[in-house]
DNA sequence: TTGTATGCGTTATCAA
DNA sequence: TTGATAACGCATACAA
């Protein structure tokens, strides 16, 4: 209020209460032993002079700053921006706080975005794009930094990888394809090459051929509506025309299907079956009413964040054990059942 | 590499490289005073320790963090979910970067994030949704950091206000309605009540009856797809039914879309023209076609994190003036046409 | 161009 | 419970 100079600060506030500064700073420390006499004297003269604790001076002395940074490509999309959004809001209800790092997929910018986490001294990095170089990741480690993979299929030490069975989504689906009758199966993929996806496509060949089922594979492009566009297109236009396709995502299955319908004049699910991946918003929308398998990513975020804090509280604790193991979480991704299917 | 504590200081490299440890500095403070030669030995000597600058001690003795505050709501939306990915991509290439709060819309827990961002001694705070209290902002001021409110409608002292111009976009919808032979206009609103959002129906409802249009208007709920839907159900199932709605958001109109078709069987544009605002990804997509204004995000962005760049030029200048003025940047949103409007 | 000395705001250790 | 003191890692004013 009455103070113009930028910085007020724990000494300042001392001086007004009749304190020594060492007494702000634990009347700001949650669990340090203050009176509550002296506790709130101190928080009355904080507030006047509008004293907020600096979290840069607090993380340069205990080494730890509270940042978690979250790198990640094409925040624009859906699965990703609801991923972001959960793992935000579960991190900030742990009393930390989320660092945006925008990649372009390669993985010496993920690299780079993993320097920046070692400048903030962040607590922890939640990869989910790309893979970093393993000079870096090293670097991170020691540095105590921790390292969360989601849907990385890969494994650091020290770290978490959370990711979701592929066999289980593609037998599933294969079956359903089987019991809606068709013949002819496809799997429509991007040209991205994350192992994810890799795994995806790869999973559900194997469940049709082990069906006996004729299945087709076409790649293109990112992962995105347009190439779901374009994919439909080199589908639909073989000789022997799939009647039933595999997404490997949401995205691209709305894009398939938008295509097969207005361009194709295709009727779904009677002429094509469809089925898609992530469980988007929009493939609940009823212009595509898509089958599809759920990313449990409100619980990928949820499991990240305790995962950290009990890390935390192990390393407060008495175990300063060298724990070169890695952790490892897999979910099966729910099948959401709706009209993109006959017979679903 | 040979190093396994957690912290390698500016002093262990100027050690190995045989300098002081201000040489070190120095040599990784762009633009200044260090001879190649022995920028190069301590470089290499930064290298093989695995040196890394580190941001919360230069903060601390610069007062200034390069941290940028994205304080936004509902993040998962696809326009919030581009402007926060233009965003930090432009602030990355500025050399700062985003810090991600989130907020449940209420003001304060906006103010809450604010005090986050003094906690982190931020440089800036952009605001997406809401509006904090006015003595968090004083203090945002008092400590240097600038704050940006895009589609705010509203102005802070030293602030920088980014909003679009609704009357533009309001007289270019009556006008296309009135063209396409529509005879009874309807806004579809959400119950947000935020101001860009009230501007738009306002000046949308001021065009009609300068037109001589009849205008109805309906408010529900968040500014959703699921909102749209029942939008459509309330305007739709009235005695006198609208064949022409401008909807707040193309979400919303998503949802008011779907309904109208899938549950009225009505066509769009046939038996009722469609118009949106945002221009998110969807309202591209053949399933929707929708006609609307697009918001300049990228632009927003841009113009955020220059104005954000200027200020700080102008700070180390010689100008060292007491800017009371508030700047303001105002758009025009740009008409996108597409299929939902007939004679587009 | 380089080195020395000082301070940034905080927490942690130790005595009282 | 409290206060004095020593780090934490860095940038910079100043002297050389």
Redesign the pocket.
Known sequence: MQNDK??V???D??ERA?????????A??PG????A???ERIMKAAAELG????H???G????RSGIVCLIVSEIATPYRASLVRWLTQFLQEAGKVAMLINTDRSDNSVSAALLQAINFRADASIILSGMPDRTITRQCYQHGQRIILINRDEALPGSLSIHLDAQAAATTAVRAFQRAGCRHLAFANSLAGTPSLIKREAAFVQAAEQAGLMVSVERFGTTSYESGQILAHRLLTRAQRPDAVFCVTDLVACGFMDEARHRFQLRVPDDLCLIGYDNIAQASWSSYSLTTFAQPVEQFARDAVNWLQQKEQAENGLTPQHEQQHDTLVYQADVVWRGSVRGG
Chains 1, 2 share one sequence.
């Not at 009749?18 to 634990?26: F, H, I, L």
């Not at 340069?60 to 080494?63: A, E, F, I």
Request: hydrophobic share 45%.
């Open positions: 930028a910085g600060s724990a000494q506030v001392a009749g304190v020594s500064r060492s007494a702000v700073s634990r700001f420390t340090a032993s203050v009176s006499a002296t506790r004293y907020h604790v600096n840069l001076a607090r340069l002395v205990r080494n």
